[in-house]
């Protein structure tokens, strides 16, 4: 393949190996430094001129730390405000029951009256009749509120405390972001993200939008979302709850997986994994997300919360598709059985077969025989009758010869 150098535009030949990075145009009176992104397969202008082949710019890994140093300073802020709105503070909780289990531990729901600050998947502490108990928060929904609690094996929970940290799960998000290391392989798409490289920018129009059992389709504006998700690097879908964030996903993960690819979805929660696996079930109508769910192509990687989404795990897809699978070794070991006392009965009937024509080979030599020793036994009769005239004749003249010595004695 052949790309022209952004800088000086003379022809340049790709190997088919060359892996994304920075090289120098390799003609004598240009020697400048380009981007070259294997995804995209184009040449793009990098800002300093002198960078090292391969080495990442100082000004681009400075501003790579100062999007960190921002997006700590964020979270720092949104710690704050979390804090400040009552997320810390000790709930009293009343009528909790039991709903389900995750892993051994049981799922309590509990009705309350206002929204709280908590992120899901928030760890606690809950006292139930002045015992301390391990939990975590999985959902706030609809003035409800499921808490997984570890060792309490009650049905009911009458009155209870709950301590929680809403922070928590900010806390450690801002200690993985610090963690995070200016790796030149591994922020082209982070350099792409915040536009210090070109991405690839356009729309692809989908193969289908899925329709609900009502017929209904994406909204103009998740219809837009989903054709620059399919055409570009990086798109951000962004909303408040309830306009179709997580529809809009679904129908971008099926028209990538209908195209034949591999999706990975991740979440910062184990519900909102199961809300993605949940709006796939929703449109099991569909052939395409049908096929998807019961042929395995769907896996639900993690601890699931929602109890219809625990079918698609790996553990429950391998049991089924291994009973499925052993369901038909029966049935193909039946049918071989089957198979086997054909092809034994057919033997059987082969033998007989080749007996009868040994059979049939025989009698037809034996008749050949009869024949022939028919012809023997004729030719015989003929020459005894031959001999029989021949005796008689001689015995005549014997006879006369006898009577004429009397005569003459």
Same mark, same amino acid.
């Given at each position: /393949?052949?790309?022209?150098?952004?800088?000086?535009?003379?022809?340049?030949?790709?190997?088919?190996?060359? !892996?994304?990075?920075?090289?120098?145009?390799?003609?004598?009176?240009?020697?400048?430094?380009?981007?070259?992104?294997?995804?995209?397969?184009?040449?793009?202008? =990098?800002?300093?001129?002198?960078?090292?082949?391969?080495?990442?710019?100082?000004?681009?890994?400075?501003?790579?730390?100062?999007?960190?140093?921002?997006?700590? !300073?964020?979270?720092?802020?949104?710690?704050?405000?979390?804090?400040?709105?009552?997320?810390?503070?000790?709930?009293?909780?009343?009528?909790?029951?039991?709903?389900?289990?995750?892993?051994?531990?049981?799922?309590?729901?509990?009705?309350?009256?206002?929204?709280?600050?908590?992120?899901?998947?928030?760890?606690?502490?809950?006292?139930?009749?002045?015992?301390?108990?391990?939990?975590?928060?999985?959902?706030?929904?609809?003035?409800?509120?499921?808490?997984?609690?570890?060792?309490?094996?009650?049905?009911?929970?009458?009155?209870?405390?709950?301590?929680?940290?809403? =922070?928590?799960?900010?806390?450690?998000?801002?200690?993985?972001?610090?963690?995070?290391?200016?790796?030149?392989?591994?922020?082209?798409?982070?350099? !792409?993200?915040?536009?210090?490289?070109?991405?690839?920018?356009?729309?692809?129009?989908?193969?289908?939008?899925?329709?609900?059992?009502?017929?209904?389709?994406?909204?103009?504006?998740?219809?837009?979302? /989903?054709?620059?998700?399919?055409?570009?690097?990086?798109?951000? $879908?962004?909303?408040?709850?309830?306009?179709?964030?997580?529809?809009?996903?679904?129908?971008?993960?099926?028209?990538?997986?209908?195209?034949?690819?591999? $999706?990975?979805?991740?979440?910062?929660?184990?519900?909102?994994?199961?809300? $993605?696996?949940?709006?796939?079930?929703?449109?099991?109508?569909?052939? =395409?997300? !049908?096929?998807?769910?019961?042929?395995?192509?769907?896996?639900?990687?993690?601890?699931?919360?929602?109890?219809?989404?625990?079918?698609?795990?790996?553990?429950?897809?391998?049991?089924?598709?291994?009973?499925?699978? /052993?369901?038909?070794?029966?049935?193909?070991?039946?049918?071989?059985?089957?198979?086997?006392?054909?092809?034994?009965?057919?033997?059987?009937?082969?033998?007989?077969?080749?007996?009868?024509?040994?059979?049939?080979?025989?009698?037809?030599?034996?008749?050949?025989?009869?024949?022939?020793?028919?012809?023997?036994?004729?030719?015989?009769?003929?020459?005894?009758?031959?001999?029989?005239?021949?005796?008689?004749?001689?015995?005549?003249?014997?006879?006369?010869?006898?009577?004429?010595?009397?005569?003459?004695?």
């Amino acid at each position: /393949m052949i790309e022209k150098c952004p800088y000086c535009g003379q022809p340049i030949k790709i190997p088919d190996n060359l !892996k994304s990075g920075r090289y120098k145009c390799p003609y004598d009176n240009c020697l400048k430094v380009f981007f070259f992104d294997k995804d995209t397969v184009n040449f793009y202008k =990098t800002e300093d001129d002198n960078l090292e082949v391969f080495g990442i710019e100082n000004g681009i890994e400075k501003n790579i730390k100062n999007l960190i140093a921002e997006f700590e !300073k964020a979270l720092e802020d949104e710690i704050r405000a979390v804090k400040t709105r009552g997320g810390d503070r000790v709930l009293y909780l009343k009528n909790g029951k039991f709903i389900t289990e995750i892993t051994g531990e049981r799922v309590f729901q509990f009705n309350i009256e206002r929204n709280i600050p908590v992120i899901d998947e928030t760890p606690a502490q809950i006292i139930i009749c002045g015992r301390n108990y391990r939990a975590t928060i999985i959902r706030y929904l609809e003035s409800k509120l499921e808490i997984r609690i570890v060792g309490y094996d009650g049905e009911k929970i009458t009155t209870a405390e709950l301590k929680i940290d809403a =922070t928590y799960i900010l806390k450690k998000l801002k200690t993985t972001l610090l963690s995070l290391n200016c790796n030149p392989q591994d922020i082209i798409l982070t350099l !792409k993200t915040f536009n210090f490289l070109s991405a690839k920018c356009k729309e692809n129009l989908p193969t289908f939008i899925l329709k609900n059992e009502n017929g209904k389709e994406l909204d103009s504006y998740q219809e837009d979302a /989903m054709r620059s998700c399919l055409g570009n690097e990086v798109t951000f $879908v962004h909303g408040p709850p309830g306009t179709g964030k997580t529809l809009t996903l679904v129908n971008v993960v099926n028209d990538i997986a209908y195209n034949g690819c591999k $999706v990975l979805v991740t979440c910062h929660t184990n519900i909102a994994c199961d809300n $993605v696996i949940e709006q796939f079930i929703n449109y099991d109508h569909e052939k =395409t997300i !049908k096929n998807l769910l019961d042929n395995g192509k769907i896996i639900r990687i993690g601890t699931p919360v929602l109890p219809n989404v625990k079918k698609y795990t790996l553990e429950v897809l391998y049991q089924r598709l291994s009973e499925e699978l /052993m369901k038909e070794k029966e049935g193909l070991s039946n049918k071989k059985g089957q198979s086997l006392i054909i092809y034994q009965d057919y033997n059987q009937y082969k033998q007989d077969f080749f007996k009868k024509e040994k059979v049939k080979e025989r009698i037809v030599n034996c008749k050949s025989n009869i024949n022939s020793i028919k012809k023997s036994v004729s030719e015989h009769l003929s020459n005894e009758n031959f001999y029989d005239s021949i005796i008689s004749k001689n015995e005549k003249l014997l006879s006369i010869g006898r009577l004429s010595r009397g005569r003459f004695s």
